[in-house]
Structures are given as structure tokens and as C-alpha cells.
């Protein structure tokens, strides 16, 4: 059974740090493209940022410089380094896994990033 959990969110005020994680069970993790995505509420979920199977990164451009997305393929985690946060940045932040084919997806369960003075 796949299973991709998400930690390390919470509550931090503007220009503060947090760090995600995402550990993956029953997938071979370093095949996988990975991703960050994010929703607030009322809004689409969005990607943040995604990391491929060889390493190649992309952000969108809200994050870049804030930002680093990263994977550790001996202990199948990911993780998202969010430094200089704003408000703008409280969502839910969901990680992402696919092998670039049909029905080969899978989500986590979200957690919570709020950002607040």
C-alpha cells in the first residue's frame, strides 16, 4: 500500500522558517518525480515546486529564492525548505508523486502552513 505523509507544518509569523517532509512507503521513491503543491482556501490547488527522479528542480516564481526543494532517496523523503515566509504562503501543503504515466499519482494528506502575525 502506497502511503505519502506529510509533516513539520504549523504556525509561524512573517519572515519565519519551516521545514516539510514527506516520507513515502510502498513506491521504489527514487523512480518517482516529486512535488509540492499548495491550497488555500477558496483557491485551486496549486504546485509549488517539484523535484525530478534525477535531481532537476523547478519553483514557481512566488517561492524561488525562498524556497529549496529536496529528496533523500535512502530514506524515500522528501522535503521542503520554506525560509522568509509571508502570509500569502499559509495554505495546505500537499506532496506529490508520479512516474510521468497514467494512474501511477499519489497524494498526501495535507498539512496545514500558516503564516501570521
Known amino acids: 500500500q502506497v502511503q505519502l505523509a506529510e509533516s513539520g507544518g504549523g504556525s509561524v509569523q512573517p519572515g519565519g522558517s519551516l521545514r516539510l517532509s514527506c516520507a513515502a512507503s510502498?513506491?521504489?521513491?527514487?523512480?518517482?518525480?516529486l512535488g509540492w503543491y499548495r491550497q488555500a482556501p477558496g483557491n485551486q490547488r496549486d504546485l509549488v515546486a517539484f523535484?525530478?527522479?534525477?535531481?532537476?528542480?523547478n519553483y514557481t516564481d512566488s517561492v524561488k529564492g525562498r524556497f529549496t526543494i529536496s529528496r533523500d532517496n535512502r530514506r524515500n523523503t522528501m522535503y521542503l525548505q520554506m525560509n522568509s515566509l509571508k502570509p500569502e504562503d499559509t495554505a495546505v501543503y500537499y506532496c506529490?508523486?508520479?512516474?510521468?504515466?497514467?494512474?501511477?499519482?499519489?497524494w498526501g494528506q495535507g498539512t496545514q502552513v500558516t503564516v501570521s502575525s
Open positions: 506529490y508523486a508520479d512516474l510521468r504515466a497514467p494512474l501511477t499519482d499519489y
Open positions: 510502498g513506491i521504489i521513491f527514487r523512480l518517482y518525480f
Open positions: 523535484i525530478t527522479s534525477d535531481g532537476s528542480t
